[in-house]
């Protein structure tokens, strides 16, 4: 968000001076070089966080299969225990 306003800062003038010094540094042979280079990082960046989101959601999935099959068994466990607790008071 922030960055978004940031930009709302910078006139085309400025972002076409900021252009003719990269070409300055760099020299215009190497910008497109440079360009690519960026758009590559960019693209990799972008693929790695999908993967991360991907693998987070692939585990909180098993978590919650786990928890789910957990819970069944608990409750399996806890009839099991009733049904014998009530034999039990029945033949006293």
Known sequence: MLLNQFFLFISGVEIALILFIAVLVMGADKIPEFARSLGKGINEIKHATNEIKGEIKKSSSELENKSSN??????????????????IKRDL
């Open 70 to 87: 957990i819970t069944k068994e608990i409750k399996k466990a806890k009839e099991d225990l009733d049904s014998i607790s009530s034999s």
